[in-house]
């Protein structure tokens, strides 16, 4: 893998996760307890031997920033790096990223530094684990210019997918972005020869499309090439042009993959990982999951009730009935509180004695969960204060998607964001 070069795109708005992204950019977004969203492909980079890692950025990139320089620091003998490329006026252009392939091309200078034979593009915002050996081992004994990671996906899972057709090698000869349901796509239907030995062979007739995952292998020179206009989007425009003139070949995947691209489907993933067979699993020593060190405590528990729920270290939760939740670093949870599918983020630091005399003489919540609180189906950012006695998501009331100050609800589902104050007693 010293000859390829990873290239993490981390500059969207991530507007369908709003309010979550309003101070950070989607792949900064806190997700499982103590990880971000950008340590899972770094992660799988580092896991497959892939140590030259740039992420573009350009969107409310201050966290990311943050969290990548304190995070991915390899030593000076494995020339291995995890940089920045923050978007930049230059001479030649004095517009910002236009879109993912619009990013890449601005940054092609900065990769020619390292030489690289092959590029592999990767999304900051997805859940997966892959071995990207194998993939580029695909990529170079079919002879591809371009290689798709592709999921087997049912009719009803093509619909909001890029769907690609290929002839009996594996090689894409068409793709068809996101097809209405009531669209016959069946020449799209994949051979099933070709899912043999990787997909259940019980599953084989349900899953007979495939879709792309937004992990692309490049030929350094094919990728130069295709980016050699003003086209400013792999999946829209690049990838759908490039079909025909050049060799491009699908890698079938069928471990979990999960595109976490709205509030609803981060919710369900991240009340999914405490479940007792996850579909995700964190627990593989093989190929872990990094994130930074905080050299925190355990978390303390104090005549508590939890059940099917993560805990994160540097927690402290004292008489709390928690169940299907996952709770975030440094979360306080005091005597009486309730939690029932619910994602607290916890807090980025502990506040002290004084700073707690302070909140009392104004009337403030501390940071955490106040005592006697109950909330059901809701995620909590980080470092909000929530009153006691607050009844959260529990009562018979019409709640509507949109914006309510202090909250948000999106998909039915109660979204409290960063830095939010609940008052005591209050009725969401």
């Known amino acids: 893998m010293k000859d390829t070069l990873a290239i993490v795109l ?32 770094i992660s799988n980079c580092i896991n497959s031997e892939l140590k030259r890692i740039y992420i573009l950025t350009q969107y409310n990139s201050a966290s990311l920033h943050n969290h990548v320089s304190n ?12 940089e920045i490329l923050a978007a ?48 580029l081992t695909r990529h170079i004994e079919t002879k591809a210019e371009l290689t798709i990671a592709a999921k087997p996906v049912s009719r009803g899972e093509a619909t909001g997918l890029g769907i690609m057709g290929t002839n009996d090698d594996g090689e894409i000869t068409s793709f068809l972005e996101k097809p209405a349901p009531e669209l016959d796509i069946q020449e799209l239907k994949v051979n099933p020869k070709l899912l043999e030995g990787v997909v259940d062979p019980s599953q084989i007739q349900n899953k007979e499309y495939l879709a792309s995952m937004g992990i692309y292998i490049f030929n350094a020179d094919t990728m130069e090439k295709l980016l050699d206009n003003d086209k400013t989007d792999f999946g829209k425009d690049i990838i759908p042009g490039s079909i025909g003139s050049i060799k491009v070949q699908s890698y079938i995947f069928d471990g979990f993959w999960e595109d976490i691209g709205t509030i609803k489907a981060f919710y369900e993933v991240n009340l999914n990982l405490a479940s007792i067979n996850p579909d995700f699993n964190f627990y593989d020593e093989n190929m872990p999951i990094y994130t930074h060190r905080r050299q925190l405590p355990a978390t303390k528990m104090n005549f508590c009730t939890i059940s099917q729920s993560l805990a994160s270290e540097g927690s402290i939760i004292t008489n709390a009935s928690i169940v299907n939740s996952v709770i975030g670093v440094r979360t306080l949870i005091e005597s009486g509180a309730n939690l029932d599918g619910v994602y607290s983020m916890g807090a980025s630091y502990y506040e002290t004695e004084p700073e707690k005399l302070a909140n009392a003489r104004i009337g403030r919540p501390n940071i955490g969960i106040g005592r006697g609180t109950i909330i059901r189906k809701a995620i909590i950012d980080q470092n909000a204060r929530i009153g006691d006695g607050c009844r959260i998501g529990i009562d018979s009331i019409e709640r509507v998607d949109g914006n309510y100050g202090h909250y948000w609800i999106s998909n039915g589902i109660i979204v409290i964001p960063k830095n939010s104050i609940i008052p005591p007693g209050t009725v969401i």
Do not use: C
Not at 21 to 38: D, H, M, W
Not at 94 to 117: C, L, M
């Open 10 to 41: 981390g500059g969207g708005k991530g507007t369908r996760l709003f309010p979550l992204t309003n101070e950070r950019s989607k792949p900064a977004v806190p997700f499982g307890g103590k990880y971000r969203l950008v340590d899972i492909p």
């Open 71 to 82: 995070t991915y620091v390899f030593d000076t003998f494995s020339k291995g790096f995890v």
């Open 88 to 135: 930049e006026q230059t001479p030649q252009s004095e517009t910002w990223y236009q879109g993912t392939a619009d990013a890449v091309r601005k940054n092609i200078k900065h990769f020619h530094d390292q030489n690289p034979s092959y590029y592999i593009i990767l999304s900051g915002d997805q859940l997966y684990r892959m071995d990207f050996r194998e993939m």
